[in-house]
Structure formats: C-alpha cells, structure tokens
C-alpha cells in the first residue's frame, strides 16, 4: 500500500523553484487561467518559454541574474505548471494563443523570445503570427522541425525513464530511484502525453523557417541526448544568418545545467 504521507520530490522541487521566483522579485499573476510571472529592471523585456513537462521555475538559476538588467515575463504555458488546462489534450495553438495573451498583458511594445525545448517551437509560432512583437529569438534546443527520435519522450518503465533523464541531463546523469520513481507515478497525466494526444504534425515548420524575419541565435548542449548538435546544425542551415553557440557540459537544458554560460550566451557574450 502506498505512503500517503511521503514526499513527492518533483513537487518539492518544483515548488523551491517558484518561490525563488518570487524571493528574485518576480511576481505572480493569474488571469483566465493563465499563470505567470512577471518583475525585474530594465527597458528591454526578455520573456522566458520553457519546454513540454517543465513550468516557469526551471529558470530560476537565471533571473537573478536577468532580473538584474532586464524586464521578465515567465509563463506556465497552457497545461503546464499551474495554466488552464490541467488535463485532457493540450492544443499547441492554444498553448501559442496564450502565450500571446500573456505577452499583450505585460507589454505593448517588442520582446525577446528565449524558449528551450518545445518552448522554442511555440516561440517561433509565435513570431511567425506576430513578426511586429519580436526583437530576436533565442531558441534553446528547440523542436519544432522534422527529425527522428533515438529515445523515448514518454516513459512506461524504469529504464525508459533511465534513457529520458540521460538524454536531457546529460551522458554523467545520476537521477536518484526515488526520483525516477515520482517519475514514473507522473507518466499517464504528463504534458507530453496530453499533446501526443493531439495533431502536432499540421505545426512543425519545415518549409516555414524562411518566414522568420528577425534575428535567430541557437543555444546547445553539447550533449543534448532528444535534439542532438546535428539537429541544431541542420536547423541553422534552415533559419537564415542563424548563430549557433555550443554549451560544454550541457545537454537538454542549458539554462539549468550551465546557467552562467547560458547567460553568457543570451546576452551576447559567449
């Protein structure tokens, strides 16, 4: 019979992230079921767009920093964190849909697109819908085009769960049982399962990649295990005068693993 009372270490950490959004001068709003936060200094607006299965915590390593020089919007995209909705399908138009929302209700003027993962694939949606509202997009091992994928996105078992922390995490990943096992308790209602549910293939961007018209960097682990550097290489060759910068000791989530470097790269210094 299972624990009643043990501690789900996902939920724990997830929630020591968000509060240090918050102690970082961040704020948190709702409206319509949109969660985000919002807060820093600066004039320029950077807003920061995680990927399927993560929430706007996973960019606390980085907004102190951030915070510091530039105004932030952080979302919990829709399905995600605490957004509307919290079960059955996710709609990736209604995930771009809301993004949007959030971005007109914190500013009218141009921002910044930083997304990693499936972030970086709604964040070019959006700039495709919205060219006017994009100063730059930073895509950090970004979906969004055709590839075939070596390791599984969605695990039934202690060793696809294995294979899925080694390939975001890097080669080195030591993902304690009990964490695989929170894990694998969070399977049948993940995020990535509710937008396998859906139609995704109608918005990959094969063949869309020349409509973006504002300037791209791409920012890479070394050691991505779901989008490897040939994927990031082929997608540059697709996004004209496209930069790529490779983080060492890295993989799926730079912003997480090398927050300095990723910084570095973010604001033109790496």
């Known amino acids: 019979m299972p624990d ?13 992230t968000r509060a240090s959004l918050s102690t970082s001068g961040l704020t948190r709003h709702e409206e319509e079921g949109r969660v985000w936060f919002s807060g820093g200094n600066g004039t320029d607006t950077i807003v920061l767009v995680h990927g399927v299965n993560d929430q706007a915590g996973t960019w606390a390593a980085v907004v102190p920093a951030l915070a510091a020089k530039y105004r932030l919007i952080v979302p919990d995209l ?9 079960d ?4 990736l138009m209604r995930v771009v849909d809301d993004l949007a929302a959030i971005i007109d209700r914190e500013t009218d003027g141009p921002v910044t697109l930083v997304g990693n993962s499936m972030g970086g694939w709604m964040s070019m949606l959006y700039a495709l ?3 006017t509202r994009i100063t730059r997009l930073v895509l950090e091992d970004s979906s969004g085009m055709s590839w075939p994928i070596s390791v ?5 078992t202690r060793e696809q769960a294995a294979v899925m922390m080694r390939a975001v995490n890097g080669p080195a990943d030591a993902t304690p049982e009990f964490v695989i096992d929170a894990f694998l308790a969070r399977a049948n209602g993940s995020p990535m399962l509710r937008v396998m549910q859906t139609n995704i293939v109608p918005h990959l961007l094969d063949g869309r990649f020349a409509e973006l018209r504002v300037p791209v960097k791409l920012v890479w682990g070394k050691d991505d295990g779901v989008l490897p550097l040939e994927y990031a290489e082929a997608l540059q060759k697709k996004i004209e005068g496209a930069e790529l910068h490779v983080i060492d000791g890295a993989a799926h989530i730079p912003h997480r693993q090398q927050p300095e470097r990723f910084i570095a790269c973010l604001t033109g210094t790496c």
């Open 4 to 16: 009643s009372t043990a501690v789900d270490p996902i939920a724990t950490f997830i929630a020591a």
């Open 78 to 86: 829709a399905g995600h964190g605490e957004s509307a909705p919290l």
């Open 88 to 91: 059955g399908p996710i709609d």
């Open 129 to 131: 819908r919205h060219p």
């Open 152 to 156: 599984p996105l969605i695990a039934n």
